[in-house]
């Protein structure tokens, strides 16, 4: 006779076939890719509502973290300052933020006095405006990206080449780091974050990256001159690896595989723009003070 299940308990998720998550990727790619590209290419409110979707979608993600670590962040008060601070950042190019950034920490200070409950208050608050760091402010960065040009004196149409030069630099590097790591990986990297990543497929993934920046000057955006370009590629991949093993660190302390199963095949928000929210700040900054000065 089996013992009873205890009600409520978690019954262990069966192993979901390879092919089926190789399809779900794929199809996922042929529906959000397109969209992207033609979303970035035409910028404006556009690509700031695109922005915030993801800005709103991993927030509440990083959220749902956090509370699974028993902390009890404002999802609300949270979501509502990343928007508030991107769309400020897309009319006012960024321009004194800490403007923006006072007001939250003091609103949120004063809704902690408001709680019942004032124990672990700092963990509340702190874990609040982390996420609206951590999430809408890195990825403000594309907004910033994609008005770069405004900024700069380039057409406007430039700005999404930008954008483009971080997500092709982060899925060069990904896959350098993920082919060579199959193949020869054999030194873990950081095990007590991740078992899977190795030395060598850090070296795969700096090597890819500096040949994507290499092509990128080349072809992709022919501001760049050679050594630019291997440069970006390489301090990309490394910044993208970083990304890529905070996150991870965050789930393993949270005990959770993903941050959601929004994206079949890939998870959640967060762990598709887990390196892309690294990238593309060090680009833009690039950009704004090598590139262009």
Do not use: C
């Not at 069966?14 to 996922?28: E, L």
């Not at 092709?168 to 030194?187: E, I, N, Q, R």
């Amino acid at each position: 006779m089996h013992p009873e299940r205890t009600r409520g308990a978690a019954v262990p998720a069966q192993p979901r076939p390879r092919w089926r998550t190789a399809v779900a990727r794929v199809a996922a790619g042929i529906v959000f890719v397109p969209l992207f590209i033609i979303i970035t290419r035409a910028g404006g409110f556009a690509f700031l509502a695109l922005i915030d979707l993801v800005i709103v979608l991993g927030m509440l993600e990083f959220y749902a973290m956090m509370r699974a670590k028993g902390m009890h962040p404002y999802r609300g008060i949270g979501v509502a300052s990343g928007i508030t601070l991107s769309t400020y950042i897309y009319f006012r190019s960024g321009q004194y933020a800490n403007f923006v950034f006072t007001f939250i920490l003091i609103a949120l200070m004063g809704l902690e006095l408001a709680r019942k409950d004032n124990r672990r208050a700092a963990y509340h608050v702190s874990t609040t405006i982390f996420g609206v760091i951590y999430v809408a402010y890195l990825s403000s960065h594309f907004v910033l990206l994609r008005e770069l040009p405004n900024a700069v004196g380039v057409p406007y149409e430039q700005g999404a080449s930008f954008v483009f030069l971080v997500v092709a630099m982060t899925w060069a590097s990904d896959t350098g780091a993920y082919t060579v790591g199959s193949l020869f990986g054999s030194h873990t990297l950081l095990p007590r974050v991740s078992r899977h990543k190795t030395w060598e497929g850090a070296l795969g993934g700096v090597l890819f990256g500096a040949l994507a920046g290499w092509v990128s000057s080349v072809s992709f955006a022919g501001y760049l001159k050679a050594w630019e370009g291997v440069v970006m590629g390489v301090l990309a991949s490394l910044v993208g690896l970083l990304g890529d093993l905070f996150e991870s660190m965050l789930k393993r302390d949270a005990e959770i595989k993903d941050t959601s199963n929004l994206i079949p095949g890939h998870g959640g928000v967060l762990d598709r723009f887990d390196s892309l929210l690294f990238t593309a700040p060090l680009i833009y900054y690039f950009l704004k003070f090598v590139i262009f000065q």
